[in-house]
Each structure stands twice: as structure tokens, then as C-alpha cells.
């Protein structure tokens, strides 16, 4: 006759919210996600704030924005929210393919497209912020 009484199993420990183990890249691209996440907060609540509510978004338009990248500032301000927004984004879109695309060949064909639209992305968002010249009539 068995016994009804078993040992009980160990479950294991909670995540919390932390890679366990893998590659360094892993945790810095886990760290990045922390840093460049509060940093996104203070930059996109700060341009909501300057764009559509301190000014009426009827007013914004190119001249407002010419006038507004005639400051080394400001373009830097908008240069940084599009490069953290945008590898923000692409760090987490990285990280749903991991866990969803399961064949090698297709998540490698996905990371290859996601790192190509990213860096795409980057290249002309780059050149419009720090190559453009305002035409501002007075």
C-alpha cells in the first residue's frame, strides 16, 4: 500500500523582474530598459508639457518648430527622446521576439529586420534634427 503522504515540492523562487542568468548583454539591455525608461518619463512628460499644454496645439506648427530648433537645446532635447525612444523600443520589441519567435532561423530573420528598421529609423531621424535648417520668415 502507498502513502497518501508526500514530501512537499519546492517551488521556485519568485522573478523578480531580473535576468537570471545569460549573457552580460542581457543584463545591460535589462538595465538599459530601467534607465532609459525614466529618463523617457521626464522627456516625453517635459515635451507634452512645453508642446500641448503651455502652447495652444493649434500654434504648433513648422515655423514653432523652426523657432524651437534655432536652440542647440532643444535639438539636442528631441535628439535624445528619438534615440532613447527609439532603442527603447527596439530593446523590447527584441525581447518579444525572443520569447515568442521560437525557430533560429526566423528569430534570427526578425532580429536581422527589427535591427534594420531601428537603425534606419535612427539614420534620417538623426540627419532631420541635426541637419535642418529653419526657414523662419519674420
Known amino acids: 500500500m502507498s502513502s497518501l503522504i508526500t514530501e512537499p515540492t519546492r517551488l521556485p523562487a519568485p522573478r523578480r523582474g531580473r535576468p537570471d542568468?545569460?549573457?552580460?548583454?542581457?543584463?545591460?539591455?535589462?538595465?538599459?530598459?530601467?534607465?532609459?525608461?525614466?529618463?523617457?518619463?521626464?522627456?516625453?512628460?517635459?515635451?507634452?508639457?512645453?508642446?500641448?499644454?503651455?502652447?495652444?496645439?493649434?500654434?504648433?506648427?513648422y515655423i514653432f518648430v523652426a523657432h524651437r530648433w534655432e536652440s542647440p537645446f532643444w535639438r539636442t532635447y528631441d535628439w535624445l527622446m528619438l534615440v532613447l525612444a527609439l532603442t527603447h523600443g527596439a530593446n523590447g520589441l527584441k525581447t518579444v521576439i525572443d520569447d515568442y519567435v521560437h525557430r533560429p532561423v526566423y528569430r534570427v530573420l526578425s532580429l536581422a529586420a527589427l535591427a534594420?528598421?531601428?537603425?534606419?529609423?535612427?539614420?534620417?531621424g538623426s540627419l532631420v534634427i541635426l541637419t535642418f535648417e529653419p526657414v523662419v520668415s519674420s
Open 21 to 61: 542568468g545569460g549573457s552580460s548583454f542581457e543584463l545591460y539591455a535589462w538595465l538599459f530598459m530601467r534607465v532609459s525608461g525614466v529618463f523617457l518619463l521626464f522627456l516625453v512628460f517635459g515635451h507634452v508639457l512645453i508642446v500641448h499644454v503651455i502652447n495652444d496645439i493649434s500654434m504648433v506648427n
Open 116 to 124: 534594420s528598421f531601428a537603425l534606419i529609423f535612427l539614420i534620417v
